[in-house]
């Protein structure tokens, strides 16, 4: 559902020229919805869809339990939680 809203972002075109987007749809979110944003895209074939089952928490929940000090073990795959932890991403400002 980003997608939708990616034409809104800072400089969506430059996103495009520096990175592809995966994308996987999440349960609710019509495709149309998502497809019109990527046909409006003059770099649309950097946008590329997988499926993924649907895990049931947001990834703003994940970012504020990361800033609390919480654990996300049971949340994301175990590789995905040692990159944000090895990376120091979402941690509190000290």
Do not use: T
Not at 39 to 67: H, T, W
Not at 74 to 91: C, D, E
């Amino acid at each position: 559902d980003e997608l939708a809203g990616f034409e809104s972002w800072k400089a969506p075109e430059r996103v495009l020229e520096l990175v592809r987007i995966a994308v996987a749809m999440r349960p609710g979110v019509e495709r149309d919805d998502v497809s019109a944003v990527r046909e409006r895209l003059s770099a649309s074939d950097r946008v590329v869809e997988f499926e993924m089952e649907p895990i049931p928490v947001s990834s703003s929940e994940i970012r504020a339990r990361v800033a609390r000090g919480e654990g996300i073990d049971h949340l994301v795959p175990s590789k995905v939680a040692a990159a944000i932890s090895r990376r120091g991403l979402y941690a509190a400002p000290e």
